[in-house]
């Protein structure tokens, strides 16, 4: 509850009470605070059809209330765009999105009666080190998602989930308080699309030591296969 709802509902608290000590009938306080709890409850619904209440700070959790028992849980999809810092590293060893790092996630979410089917396309910069020249690098994240969450754990088959199930990885993700998190789908996909040893795009740029030379393999063989006349006499016992 938001600092200055709070003092309101105080201010209206401590009206209702001073009337009842000034001799305010019962069915008039009782009718009072009727009306002061609907006001809170009518205050946190969502103001439209098809907006969707989001945690303003993580750009991959979603409030899908509407989706599961509000005016929104018809079948159709939903489209929500949502941007803001990375909640932490998303990536591999040498590149990642940073914790903090901007990311926009544009999802598509369809209720499923008692489960939501996410499908998101995540854009944002990855920063890294090339793994050749160790020189800063930065790339564009393209990387989708598509994952279903369940409202209880009974979605997929109807019966009791088995305990033997559980931390096999195979479990599909539950809806929290009415929210759903991509960050571990959007972490386990990363894992598997981002390069593990990434390099520079159009070759790396290295200063050659002094006295180090380049080359393909396997040039200057033929010199060094050459036999010193000294030793010419020993070649047929080699």
Aim: glycine residues 12%.
């Amino acid at each position: 509850m938001g600092a200055k709802r709070y003092a309101l509902v105080k201010l209206l608290t401590a009206a209702v009470q001073a009337g009842v000590a000034r001799g305010m009938p019962l069915l008039g306080y009782a009718k009072a605070l009727g009306l002061l709890t609907a006001w809170l409850r009518d205050s946190r619904r969502e103001p439209t059809r098809g907006r969707l209440l989001t945690d303003m700070t993580n750009p991959l959790i979603f409030n899908v209330a509407s989706l599961l028992r509000g005016p929104d849980a018809d079948g159709m999809p939903l489209q929500r765009t949502q941007t803001g810092p990375a909640p932490e590293r998303i990536g591999v060893e040498m590149i990642a999105i940073p914790e903090g790092g901007e990311l926009t996630v544009d999802a598509t979410l369809t209720p499923l009666g008692g489960a939501i089917m996410v499908d998101a396309d995540l854009r944002g910069e990855l920063q890294g080190e090339c793994s050749r020249c160790l020189e800063p690098l930065k790339r564009e994240l393209d990387l989708h998602v598509s994952q279903v969450f369940a409202a209880d754990e009974d979605f997929i088959t109807g019966d009791a989930a088995d305990d033997e199930d559980k931390g096999s990885g195979d479990e599909t993700p539950l809806i929290d308080n009415d929210q759903l998190d991509l960050l571990q789908t959007v972490i386990d996909e990363a894992g598997l699309s981002l390069p593990f040893a990434p390099v520079c795009e159009g070759g790396c740029e290295i200063d050659e030591p002094e006295g180090v030379t380049t080359g393909i393999s396997g040039e200057g063989e033929a010199e060094e296969s050459k036999v010193d006349p000294r030793w010419s006499g020993l070649e047929k016992f080699l």
